[in-house]
């Protein structure tokens, strides 16, 4: 079945989810708001087995055991991202051996050439958009 819907919210969807028993559907909005959509059985075909739904994910996005992406928001990727930040933190303190032979005889620094661009970038994260229309 197709649902087209329209003045729910104020401002584009970003987020639409079933919930875990089928028949309800959640839509978040940027502008602060949720809506809950509840279904009928009558309103929708009969729910697919477990079995069905793991043929129809293995036939879309493969073997989900070769699957090892690590998603932008998991646990284990913010922990790796704390885990740098600190590393990098440390290494910040310390004082290399690439700034120790930078510096003259007496503390100062040496004239140096400036750095390659490659060297002054920056990790940036990525926002989602939201595009209405």
Do not use: C
């Amino acid at each position: 079945p197709v649902y087209v819907g329209s003045r729910f919210f104020r401002a584009g969807v970003v987020d639409i989810a079933w919930a875990p028993d089928g028949l309800t559907i959640l839509a978040a909005s940027t502008d602060g708001t949720v809506a809950l959509l509840q279904f009928k059985e009558s309103d929708l075909a009969p729910l697919a087995t477990p079995e069905e739904m793991e043929e129809h994910m293995q036939a879309t996005y493969g073997d989900r055991k070769a699957r090892t992406t690590v998603f932008a928001e998991s646990a284990a990727q913010l922990a790796l991202e704390a885990e740098v930040a600190e590393t990098e933190a440390a290494a910040s303190k310390r004082p290399s051996a690439a700034l120790n032979a930078r510096m003259g005889p007496g503390g100062e620094e040496a004239a140096l050439a400036p750095a390659p661009a490659a060297a002054t970038a920056h990790k940036r994260r990525i926002e989602p958009m939201v595009m209405n229309g």
